[in-house]
């Protein structure tokens, strides 16, 4: 199974871009990355998938490195409430099975 | 929030009784899971479905058992409980197209305490 490193935590300004890192260096070219996130002990939300092209929707953009050892995840526009744990995913291919890491806890701040 | 329901939302049971945690959905989506989450941890998966009758291990199955015996339930059973499946329980669907690939959606959770 592919697996995620993600750094533990970051900061952001409200504002401001927040750019959350993922590596996934034993991707098979199968594989989609996702993104969801955690709002204090709600259940995870689903924020972005892709494969292998950058993707945006009205949340936030993906951007796949062209090796797609790595992606970043960009919230362009970072408010208090995008405050959450973030975790990057590599969906197992043909199992369907979403193995979390221990994600990325955002913090943004005034 | 999509259509998922899991009960109870909040369980306080003893040491070695059974408890049967139940998720129910009314989208019709294919693929079901069970998780936990404990502090310091992130989600770990129990089990999942792949269809009725469907099921495969995850990550951390060892003490739990699960059945699927119509598309909109998944029941997952502690035989025994022990006071190390202290936790919040997720149950999640995904495969709204019947596929993989789809995103997931979580239910609220159900906190289990074993006293």
């Known amino acids: 199974d592919a697996k995620t490193t993600q750094p533990p935590s970051m900061d952001c300004a409200e504002g401001r871009a927040a750019n959350l890192p993922c590596n996934h260096s034993?991707?098979?070219?199968?594989?989609?990355v996702y993104w969801y996130r955690q709002i204090h002990s709600q259940g995870p939300q689903y924020i972005i998938h892709g494969l292998k092209n950058n993707e945006t929707n009205e949340m936030a953009s993906l951007i796949i490195t062209e090796d797609r050892k790595s992606s970043t995840l960009i919230l362009p526009h970072a408010t208090l409430r995008d405050t959450a744990v973030y975790y990057c995913i590599v969906r197992v291919a043909n199992t369907d099975k979403l193995i979390f890491g221990t994600g990325t806890r955002l913090q943004v701040f005034p | 929030d999509a259509g998922i329901t899991q009960s109870p939302r909040h369980k306080v049971t003893e040491t070695g009784t059974p408890v049967t945690l139940r998720c129910h959905q009314t989208e019709n989506h294919r693929y079901m899971y069970w998780y936990r989450q404990d502090p310091g941890h992130g989600l770990r998966l129990i089990h999942y479905?792949?269809?009725?009758?469907?099921?495969d291990k995850g990550e951390v199955s060892d003490g739990y058992s699960v059945s699927r015996s119509k598309t909109e339930d998944f029941l997952l059973t502690l035989e025994s409980a022990t006071s190390s499946q202290t936790s919040v329980y997720f149950c999640?669907?995904?495969?709204?197209?019947?596929?993989?690939?789809?995103?997931?959606?979580f239910g609220q959770g159900t906190r289990l305490t074993v006293v």
């Open positions: 034993t991707i098979s070219g199968n594989e989609y």
């Open positions: 479905s792949y269809g009725v009758k469907d099921t």
């Open positions: 999640a669907i995904s495969g709204a197209t019947g596929g993989p690939n789809t995103e997931a959606f």
